[in-house]
């Protein structure tokens, strides 16, 4: 592997060079490897073809999961989360039942692999917000309540440089298990209609300095739909932080975080 020096940055491939970029640098390495058609039909690569559709099928839900919860992400999610949630999905894809390379993706059967998921890679949801809360759902998991008894923000929250006001957010995504379809020859969801679906409930903006404050949001499935047994509802809590200038609120770009606090 070799540096690219100079002016002109190259990618692509030239006279038997591939040249690429990653992690801001312009690389060069020889050109090589079997071609995607060798990969696509050769005997040889059996092996390769289950694990590329597998990971496909992995990366296919996550991305389903991030479509239902593209506004809380964009605040409080970090550049590892794509990677962070193929790799959970492709976790529960190999315990899955079945042939290599069709295995279900079936959230609904490993909830526990997903709790504890931090969306921000650089800040944890617990390292800025200490407070005591609970997540619990109805027994239609229709109505999923975030409640956070009376508190002192200045002692249970650690707030970035510049901040003045807090919010809290409660979202829930609901996930569909995945089947392989020998059809498409790809994972579909199994219940469609009730596959990439997010609610979020944002707080009111409250002063850090704020005495005795209580928090309490309801994240309610639209329509009052209850979800399929095939479909998980992903409960997430988090925290989004404020610097007021000029009695105007706007969001601070650091700071923010979320996790997954519950799958129901």
């Known amino acids: 592997m070799s540096k690219q020096e100079g002016v002109i940055k190259l990618t692509g491939n030239i006279g038997g060079m591939s040249f690429y970029k990653t992690n801001g640098n312009y690389l060069a390495r020889t050109a090589g490897g079997p071609s995607k058609e060798r990969i696509a039909s050769g005997a040889n690569f059996v092996r390769t073809r289950e694990n590329n559709a597998e990971f496909g099928g992995s990366a296919k839900v996550g991305k389903a999961f991030r479509m239902a919860l593209s506004g809380a992400i964009q605040t409080m999610g970090g550049s590892s989360l794509v990677a962070t949630m193929t790799k959970i999905f492709k976790t529960i894809n190999v315990r899955g039942a079945g042939v290599r390379g069709q295995r279900p993706i079936a959230l609904s059967a490993n909830k526990p692999l997903a709790r504890g998921l931090e969306f921000n890679n650089k800040t ?17 998991r229709v109505n ?121």
């Open 124 to 140: 944890s949801f617990s390292s800025v917000f200490n407070a005591p809360y609970a997540v619990t759902a109805d027994a239609d």
């Open 144 to 264: 999923i309540v975030f409640d956070v008894p009376a508190f002192i923000p200045s002692n249970f929250i650690n707030a970035p440089a510049g901040a003045t006001g807090f919010r809290l957010v409660g979202a829930i995504g609901w996930l569909s298990d995945y089947s392989f379809d020998s059809g498409t020859l790809t994972f579909e969801p199994d219940v469609p209609l009730q596959n990439s679906i997010g609610v979020t409930e944002y707080g009111a903006v409250m002063p850090i300095n704020n005495v005795g404050v209580g928090i309490n949001l309801t994240a309610t499935s639209i329509g009052g739909v209850i979800p399929d047994p095939a479909v998980s509802v992903i409960a997430c809590l988090g925290i989004e932080f404020y610097q007021q200038v000029g009695g105007v609120d706007y969001l601070l770009a650091q700071g923010n975080a979320m996790r997954i606090i519950e799958v129901f």
